[in-house]
């Protein structure tokens, strides 16, 4: 059963992204949004390191982590692309590289000499390419109005309190309330993927772009 199970999961993921390559259905854009969603909270598994140091467990989590948040700007990027494909394109590179960093990253922490490293890549390099990947996000996402506007703007006050706070980090500047900030970007991830989840992308913004089809009487695919 599990195995039945985990093949119709792979299947429905392998159709969704060969439906990206140029339209979605209606059916394939809610599908799409739901596993975004569950791959936003995934990404959070990293976390797992706050209440372990088990190496094994650690390791899985960063990497589960690592690809789920690979996975996000995969599903995306078809949806992103129509809007500005240039910062599609660095959106999805960024998000690429801090996948990489999260596997590398747990990878890294099953040597003893090495869990330092990735100590290091969570305190001093991951948080670059997050906070300048969820900068592209907002900004994609503002442009094609997937979502509605006040969690983009949500999105933008948090990544401003994130950006002021690690740059003071860099001069030598902590503050426990600086650091209380981080509720802001964690909150609104939270929010975003609950969104799309439940409720999924703004279909009537996805047609006026061409990009989404609808499915007319004989089961196929049509322009809407």
């Known amino acids: 059963m599990l195995c039945i199970k985990s093949w119709r999961l792979g299947t429905n993921i392998y159709l969704l992204l060969k439906d990206g ?14 596993f975004v969603g569950i791959f936003i909270l995934v990404a959070y598994s990293m976390l797992v390191s706050l209440f372990t140091q088990q190496p094994v467990i650690v390791m899985l989590a960063d990497v589960i982590s690592g690809l789920a948040v690979i996975g996000i700007a995969v599903f995306l990027f078809p949806i992103f692309k129509k809007a500005r494909r240039n910062v599609a394109v660095i959106y999805f590179l960024l998000k690429a590289i801090e996948g990489a960093l999260m596997i590398g990253a747990g990878v890294l922490y099953l040597n003893v000499s090495c869990r330092h490293i990735r100590t290091l890549i969570y305190d001093k390099v991951h948080i670059y390419p997050f906070m300048f990947g969820a900068l592209c996000l907002y900004y994609l996402i503002l442009k094609t109005k997937i ?15 994130l950006c002021v706070n690690t740059i003071l980090g860099v001069f030598g500047v902590h503050h426990a309330l600086l650091d209380a900030f981080m509720i802001l970007i964690i909150s609104n991830e939270i929010f975003f993927a609950f969104w799309l989840i439940f409720k999924g992308f703004s279909e009537s913004e996805l047609k006026k772009t061409g990009y989404l089809l609808r499915t007319i009487g004989d089961g196929t695919l049509g322009d809407v």
């Open 147 to 161: 979502v509605p506007r006040f969690i983009v703007v949500w999105g933008f006050i948090a990544i401003a309190a």
């Open 21 to 34: 390559i140029n339209h979605m259905s209606e059916k394939s854009t809610r599908n799409r949004s739901f």
